[in-house]
């Protein structure tokens, strides 16, 4: 394991999106793992969207208020995209090529689910604001967090506790149930790059699937990258 975390720590950094519907568990889950990294000697950051760097987090606010909401699904996928893009270009980018690892809780598929399948915005539109926003620069892995989306919302009501609602948790079932067959729908379509985790499940059980799925998807390819060069 030393050797393995000193070879990661050479190269760039992965780039791992956690994905999910309402309480799926995702910052928990993502808390966990950067700290069973960091353990291991692999640097590892955590980051959100929207937001995760100063000025996406101001577009943040506007976003998840619910201020925007009266431009529409199409400008409010603006915003997100441009929150994305001093992100990717101020956090994450410059994480990975110090070899740092980044979990970040939200990327593209939020977009893609929220105002693609959800809001209808033309998946034209999606991609083109994928391309300008991130490039090249696509998740080494995506850990989507399942779990019935009635589980989902007694979490986040519980969690939430007196606060009101954001923009999105105050959809009503019918939104939620979309969300979980769209990301579905991207786990079943993206196999390489999606790991499906069924998050209905204590924090531990869930971590460990987790672990699991991450030694089997990014351990053992540089495991194997590093025994071709030999
Ligand atoms: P957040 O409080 O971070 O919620 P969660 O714990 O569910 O991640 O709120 C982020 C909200 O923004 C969430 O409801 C999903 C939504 N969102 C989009 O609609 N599009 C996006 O591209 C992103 C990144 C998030």
Redo the contacts with the bound molecule.
């Keep these: 394991m030393a050797n393995l975390a000193k070879g990661l720590r050479a190269a760039r950094g992965r780039f791992i999106t956690f994905e999910g519907g ?1 309480g799926a568990g ?2 928990t889950q993502i808390k966990l793992l950067a700290e069973r990294l960091n353990a291991s000697k692999i640097p590892a950051i955590t980051t ?3 937001g995760g760097s100063p000025g996406a987090e101001i577009v943040r606010h506007l976003l ?1 208020s619910g201020l925007a909401k009266a431009l529409g699904a199409e400008a409010e996928s603006l915003l ?1 995209a441009a929150a994305r893009d001093d992100h990717v270009t101020t956090v994450i980018k410059p994480a990975l090529e110090q070899g740092k690892w980044v979990l970040c ?3 593209t598929d ?2 893609r689910v ?2 693609g399948e959800l809001g209808h915005v033309d998946p034209q539109l999606i991609r083109a604001m994928e391309r300008v926003t991130i490039g090249n620069l696509k998740p080494d892995l995506t850990f989507i967090l399942d779990v019935p989306v009635a589980v989902g919302l007694k979490r986040a009501i519980e969690r939430r506790g007196t606060a009101t609602a ?1 923009r ?2 105050g959809e009503g079932i019918e939104f939620h149930e979309k969300l979980r067959n769209a990301y579905l729908g991207i786990a079943a379509n993206e196999p390489k790059r999606c790991v499906l985790i069924d998050a209905n499940a204590d924090t531990e059980t869930v971590a460990s699937r987790i672990w699991t799925a991450l030694r089997d998807h990014l351990f053992s390819a540089a495991i194997a990258g590093d025994n071709s060069k030999t």
Excluded: A, I, N
């Design positions: 309402e995702k910052s959100r969207e929207p998840l997100f809780d939200r990327f939020s977009t929220y105002q954001d999105f948790e």
